[in-house]
């Protein structure tokens, strides 16, 4: 049984359209990242919620925010998605040594 | 800041034994660990190892650590085809930092 979902699996956008990407979780772990991988890439981290302590990186870009309402959801909002926004999305949760990974979700940006 | 390293490449013979080598530079590194990518899919945790450990044995897989050096390798045993895929070291201190992967190919 998955235990981080993310929906949809892909999501099609259209340039500068607004779109919310989600990740759920069942395994009560308090940290949750969001992750960016493009083509061939290595996976590039976004944030992540240290509980509900937000942790921004410092390149990432202020078209990208997110939400953690609580400890089992956060959301990723792209606020005007540009053509090279279009990766997968990775979402990751954690506890101590524990990490698992949703199956990610595939935005194309038309 | 935080980084971890690969080569890109990596190409056995089927039966032969692979190793991925990976160098990190956070020394307050808690865990270690290997995931496979294969086309189009998400990321699959192999095996990861914790920073007072040496070595780490899961069948056909092998990891080791070396702390000093900031060395981590992964061996996998008698490669097949369907080990082919993308593999990323990453480094789980406080966030989980990825190498660039190195794609192993397979020869006949």
């Known amino acids: 049984d998955a235990m981080v979902i993310q929906n949809p699996r892909y999501q099609v956008t259209q340039f500068g359209k607004p779109v919310t990407l989600s990740c759920s979780q069942t395994?009560?772990?308090?940290?949750m990242y969001w992750y960016q991988q493009k083509s061939s890439q290595a996976p590039k981290l976004l944030f992540h919620?240290?509980?509900?302590?937000?942790?921004n990186e410092a390149d990432t870009p202020d078209n990208f925010q997110s939400r953690r309402p609580n400890t089992s959801f956060c959301f990723l909002d792209i606020r005007s998605p540009g053509l090279g926004d279009a990766a997968m999305y990775l979402c990751?949760?954690?506890?101590?040594?524990?990490?698992?990974f949703g199956s990610g979700t595939q935005l194309s940006v038309l | 800041g935080e980084d971890v390293e690969q080569s890109l490449f990596l190409s056995v013979r089927e039966g032969d034994s692979s190793v991925i080598n990976c160098t990190y530079t956070?020394?307050?590194?808690?865990?270690l660990y290997w995931y496979k990518q294969e086309p189009g899919a998400g990321l699959q945790l192999l095996t990861y190892i914790f920073s007072n450990m040496d070595m780490k044995q899961d069948q056909r897989l092998t990891v080791l650590l070396n702390k000093k050096d900031k060395h981590l390798s992964l061996r996998i045993a008698d490669t097949q085809t369907g080990d082919s895929a993308i593999y990323f070291c990453?480094?789980?201190?406080?966030?989980?930092?990825f190498g660039s992967g190195t794609r192993l190919s397979i020869r006949p």
């Open positions: 990751a949760t954690s506890r101590g040594g524990e990490r698992d």
């Open positions: 395994l009560n772990h308090n940290v």
């Open positions: 990453a480094d789980g201190a406080s966030k989980i930092i």
């Open positions: 956070d020394s307050s590194s808690t865990y």
């Open positions: 919620y240290y509980d509900k302590d937000f942790n």
